[in-house]
């Protein structure tokens, strides 16, 4: 038996994995341990975790990857200081220190980091380096479920790639074409996620999400920011950006073409001018992607795509791609940002370094996502019972009863089953619930329970066999990557007074008979449930179709803004305490809200700054 551990770390969203014999064991974010949302440090808590949970100690882990080269990484910073110099100084000066002390010799830092797990672990010989984008490219082609394919990948940047180009056939996978630092769709993108007034590496889907509510009037102004050939290859100009040497995503050149500063979040509301710029920038960027997608349909004739990078988070995107029928089949990774490098970079070392035999699974490798902890019902009453929780424990079938019985009576519900997700998205295992046939839903669930901007939507998890009935899509899409159009019989047409309104005034109305996930342009971002993936959460909508009709409910994740998914009982405890969640169902258990002691109430609004 051979085994790899995968690490990414020291950027954003630092994860590790354990493959034996190729198989995915385990995988996680290290944020779900520290509460600390894209926790960037070295995931000591998930190195733990997947080392308790394929028993092993670390001195017995035959290798351990890490996700990108440093020294690559070293030399676009330096090449871009001197190309771009003397500009930039002061980010140079500032970024300097940290790579000589430790990011320049990453191995002997791991190392050291790495002995703190087992001190039998004694020599790093072991340690090993993948290259940022073969990491990502191999995270989407392995587990996925094509014997050949062609991998695109988008993101900000690894050591110079932003976006990249891979051929994959079975044990094999090669970068073919590559699109290098400063010309990136993933820093243009973080680009207006500034100017809006979002965080970037985290506010990117709220981008998304707003550009629905507004006209893409400045697509010809965003034009002159970026050069886009036929092929979907580009160059961005860089009169208009800050990136390469500032401090700052974007420059007063910027703003005036624009005609604004940045939005300051702090004392600035979103305004129609920033819905339109939303809107803008997603159609700029649909645009990039389904040409680069044509072109390397036609290049190679390849019928598969798989889809990794920070860029293949853009579900709206992904489902324009999947609506152009440019390939037959696609397969996102549904951990595609950084924390996914960890699993790829092992995943590479396995198959690439060490030729091992792939064996395609008809579905996919990934376990449905669910490659986290999970807790028995031992372990779940414990930590429940030192909280102070007051909870009552039933059978599966009336566990199963009552809960769709809450769902139907449009009640808010923490749901915390099974192995956590590996990945942005809850997925059925850490998720909030609600009726999608409510129209207060949506509303209730952002400023009730996520404490979040009003607009943010919320996503359907579809049983399988009923998606065709609902959407406008009948292939998987078990990751909650593609968005699709809710079925014509399923709308209700805007009348033409509210036709008429702008921006956010158009969030009240009802547009579909699903209105809690109908997004305001009538799509949502799907999740399809198969029972044999998650049976739990299958069972729970199908009871709820049974008592509704209706064989959709509202899936998000359990938190609040600015906090991680909840990890354990005891953080789905804390979250149920400090929102507005009617009730929690967690494992064989469900609490009450109304029967927990009032002084275990938290304040959550100030417990997480807004992300």
Known sequence: ???????????????????????????????????????????????????????LKLSEVDKIVFFE?????????????????????????????????????????????????????????????????????????FPSPFKEAVILTADGVGEWATTTVAVGKDNNLEIKKEIHFPHSLGLLYSAFTYYTGFKVNSGEYKLMGLAPYGTPIYENKIKELIDIKEDGSFRLNQKYFNYATGLTMTNENFNNLFGQKPRNPQNEKL???????????QKVTEQIMIK?????????????????????????????????????????????????????????????????????????????????????????????KIAGANFETMEYENLIEKTSEFLSNEKAIGWFQGRMEFGPRALGGRSILGDPRSEKMQKNLNLKVKYRESFRPFAPSVL???????????????????????????????????????????????????????????????????KNVNNRYYDLILKFK?????????????????????????????CFMGTELDFLVIGNCILDKNKQDPKLKRDYTKEFELD
């Not at 001197?82 to 002061?90: E, L, T, W």
């Not at 001190?119 to 993948?130: A, G, L, Q, T």
């Not at 009709?549 to 994740?557: H, K, Q």
């Open 292 to 384: 680069l997608a044509k072109a390397i349909r036609r290049e190679y004739g390849i019928k598969n795509l798989c889809l990794a990078g920070g860029v293949a988070l853009n579900c709206v995107a992904n489902g324009k791609i999947l609506k152009e029928k440019i390939f037959e089949n696609i397969w996102i990774q549904p951990a595609a940002g950084d924390a996914g490098g960890s699993l790829g970079a092992a995943l590479a070392l396995w198959h690439i370094e060490h030729n091992n035999i792939r064996k395609v699974n008809s579905h996919d490798d990934m376990n449905g996502s669910y490659l986290g902890n999970e807790f028995s019902q031992e372990e779940i009453e414990k930590q429940l």
């Open 464 to 530: 399988r066999e009923d998606l065709y009935d609902w959407f406008d899509m009948n292939v998987d899409s078990p990751y909650m990557l593609l968005v699709a159009n809710i079925k014509q019989n399923k709308k209700i047409e805007m009348t033409e007074e509210e036709k008429k309104l702008f921006g956010i005034d158009k969030l009240n109305i009802k547009r579909s008979e699903i209105p809690a996930i109908t997004h305001v342009d009538y799509t949502a971002r799907v999740q399809t449930v198969t």
């Open 546 to 574: 049974e008592k509704t009709g209706c064989p959709v409910i509202v899936n998000t994740s359990f938190n609040v803004r600015g906090e991680p998914i909840v990890n354990s009982p005891t953080d789905a405890f804390n």
């Open 1 to 55: 038996m051979t085994s790899i551990l995968g690490i990414s770390a020291f950027y954003h969203d630092s994860a590790a994995c354990i493959l034996k014999d190729g198989k995915i064991i385990a995988a996680a974010q290290e944020e779900r341990f520290t509460r600390k949302k894209h926790d960037p440090s070295y995931p000591y808590n998930a190195i733990e975790f997947v080392l308790e949970f394929a028993n």
């Open 69 to 141: 080269k440093p020294f690559l990484k070293f030399e676009r910073l330096l090449e871009t200081y001197v190309a771009f110099a003397p500009k930039g100084f002061i980010s140079f000066a500032k970024a300097m220190p940290l790579w000589i002390k430790e990011k320049l010799f990453q191995k002997n830092l791991l190392f050291n980091k790495l002995k703190t797990h087992d001190e039998k672990y004694k020599s790093d010989e072991n340690i090993f380096f993948s290259d940022h984008h073969l990491s990502h490219a191999a995270s989407a082609f």
């Open 271 to 281: 305004t129609q001018f920033h819905m339109d710029i939303a809107a803008s920038i």
